[in-house]
């Protein structure tokens, strides 16, 4: 018989399992950095030490204003000053409303001279606040000008930049000199884990009924192991409580120990056990007769 100690030890080591399994498996519910296994982080570790991106870890104060990010639309300013001070990895779960919020975001990150545009740089027709002076630099960026009250002004919408060209001496003083920032979407500068694994931009882009099906799947794994465990979670009380209760009037109606609700059970099992003796001690009368016992004594056993 399980004393005290073991039973606590094993409930124990039953909920360590059951949480690892949960913590590996779940999605859209923990932040992976947060509470990530020792093989995922590992795998987090590996990924960030190929590319050189920092790994940030167990930061309490980032974490909260994530969580107020995705659920009540504040805490901007501090997540955009962080990204745009740092090359790192935001490590989420696949959280949809989390990462849609995200991909609505815009933030300014650092453009140099000699790299390729990763996208179009427009400059819009109409004034400007730009000296006539630099109207040599326009033209050296192949941008016709004209002049209104000695500032220049620009007749038509004109491409600087296009995407994918480099971005020469010129054109990187055009861009300062109009303070046109390059604008990136946040979420393709945040990298995301799923099972701790690099998830795809495919994966992330997914839809609602993706994350909905994924989900699913790890819900019912979790469900499915907590179950074979007989660690109760919310969801498979019932189902746990109402095996254990099979359990013990199993347990009861077999040892014959009457306990409250199986009282009415035993009563027809002893019931049913008398009858069944009765039909023997009968058939055995009978065998008994045929084998040259007199009437009387077979009426004496009929009558009583």
């Known amino acids: ?29 923990l932040f992976p950095n947060q509470n990530l296994n020792s093989d995922s982080i590992q795998k987090i570790r590996s990924y960030c030490k190929e590319i050189g991106e920092i790994f940030c870890t167990n930061n309490i ?17 501090d997540l955009l000053g ?43 027709r109409g004034p400007t606040t730009i000296s006539q002076d630099y109207t040599r630099l326009f033209l050296e960026c192949s941008i016709p000008v004209a002049h ?20 020469n001496e010129q054109k990187f003083e055009l861009l300062e000199l109009l303070d046109l920032d390059l604008q990136q979407n946040l979420k393709n500068k945040v990298q995301f884990f799923y099972h701790g694994n690099h998830a795809s931009m495919s994966i ?41 209760l099979s359990e013990i009037c199993s347990i009861s109606v077999e040892l014959n120990y009457k306990i409250k609700i199986t009282e009415h059970i035993l009563l027809q099992k002893r019931e049913h056990e008398r009858k069944i003796q009765l039909q023997r001690e009968k058939q055995d009368l009978e065998c008994s007769s045929s084998d040259g016992y007199t009437g009387e004594f077979i009426n004496f056993f009929e009558n009583f």
Do not use: C
Not at 61 to 77: C, M, R
């Open 1 to 29: 018989m399980i004393n005290k100690k073991e039973l606590i030890q094993k409930q124990k080591d039953y909920k360590t399992t059951l949480l690892s399994s949960l913590r590996s498996h779940s999605t859209g519910i």
């Open 61 to 77: 104060d980032f974490q909260t204003t994530l969580k107020h990010f995705a659920s009540e639309n504040t805490g901007f300013q």
């Open 82 to 124: 962080f990204v745009n001070d740092h090359q790192y990895l935001i490590l989420l779960d696949l959280n949809p409303k989390i990462i849609k919020k995200i991909g609505l975001v815009k933030v300014k990150i650092e453009l140099n001279k000699g790299e390729t545009s990763p996208q179009d740089f427009i400059l819009k």
């Open 148 to 167: 209104h009250y000695q500032k220049i002004y620009i007749p038509n919408d004109t491409i600087i930049v296009k995407k994918g060209e480099t971005i």
């Open 204 to 244: 992330i882009n997914a839809s609602d009924q993706l994350f909905k099906k994924m989900f699913n799947e790890s819900f019912y794994e979790v469900y499915y192991i907590s179950k074979i465990l007989g660690y109760p979670i919310q969801p498979t009380m019932k189902f746990l409580f109402n095996t254990t």
